[in-house]
């Protein structure tokens, strides 16, 4: 899945200032697209984000695809694809979301489409040799610090993606399926969905959380954790990339579920994705 090189500077290279005035906003689009569309869907893939080179304040851009049913396996779907923006700020991508052409054509040509828009707050690692949030230098300081950490009982949004060297494709694939069958089942996990920009090298996932804690409760155990020190050891990758999230707002709806970014109240389970109605609402596993 092509790309165009988003190179933009940062704003301000100040090694202190806080993550709200350089880091940036994501914007995550899902699609399944309608068999009806399905060759403008297909033309998405060969042009690629070269339409978007003109978007205001468009910093990085990612046209991707995604496994069957928005899985993980080897497997492409048909229909589910994805996109994957990164703006200056917050009101871009809003405004990318709720007026941009392409966002508009997304949504009449999908049976179904979602849209997240978060702050990160942490990350590291590049993607494509850039690093659009930019916040591996601010986590030096207090200031940032501040800015970094997520609440207790609060949504949180995981990407992890990496290029996986190709002779270690097979080795890498061994261990995925375990580890992604274990997310997709976890009870903390709101959405996960399964992203690439090529089949088997260039892998992807995206994932919502009821919290920090139930994140860090998967990534530390069981079969994830496995693929993780096999992926220290065996040295799979040859560039990856991980950012935590603040969900901002959510829109749509994705398998039939909306996503309820309301905190959890203490001393009370969070609630699994509700299934309504569409409405609007202010992993590779490595």
């Not at 060297?165 to 996990?189: E, T, V």
């Not at 203490?266 to 609402?281: C, G, I, K, L, N």
């Amino acid at each position: 899945m092509s790309s165009f090189p988003y190179d933009k500077t940062w704003t301000n290279q100040d090694a202190a200032v806080t993550v709200n005035e350089q880091a940036a906003t994501a914007l995550l689009l899902l699609a399944d697209i309608k068999a009806s569309q399905r060759l403008w869907g297909y033309a998405r893939f060969v042009l690629g984000t070269l339409p978007l080179r003109h978007c205001h304040g468009l910093r990085f851009a990612k046209q991707l695809g995604s496994g069957e049913n928005g899985g993980f396996g080897l497997k492409p779907s048909l229909s589910i694809q994805g996109l994957f923006l990164v703006f200056d700020d917050s009101s871009q991508a809003f405004d990318f979301w709720h007026s941009h052409p392409l966002a508009m054509r997304y949504k009449q040509s999908a049976s179904e489409c979602f849209g997240l828009i978060a702050s990160p707050l942490r990350a590291r690692g590049s993607w494509s040799g850039q690093r659009p949030f930019g916040l591996e230098s601010q986590t030096n300081t207090n200031q940032s610090r501040q800015h970094t950490e997520a609440r207790p009982n609060e949504p949180i949004a995981a990407l992890t993606r990496a290029s996986i060297r190709i002779s270690k494709a097979a080795a890498f694939w061994s261990k995925a399926p375990a580890a992604q069958s274990s997310l997709a089942d976890h009870p903390g996990c709101m959405l996960a969905i399964g992203l690439g920009e090529a089949p088997l090298l260039r892998q992807a996932t995206f994932s919502v959380w009821q919290s920090d804690a139930a994140m860090d409760a998967y990534a530390r155990t069981g079969a994830h954790l496995a693929a993780i020190k096999a992926a220290g050891m065996g040295h799979f990758f040859s560039e990856d990339m991980f950012v935590r999230f603040k969900p901002l707002a959510s829109f749509g709806s994705w398998q039939g579920r909306t996503l309820n970014l309301e905190p959890a109240r203490p001393a009370q389970s969070a609630t699994q994705p509700q299934t309504t109605a569409d409405r609007s609402e202010p992993a590779t596993s490595a």
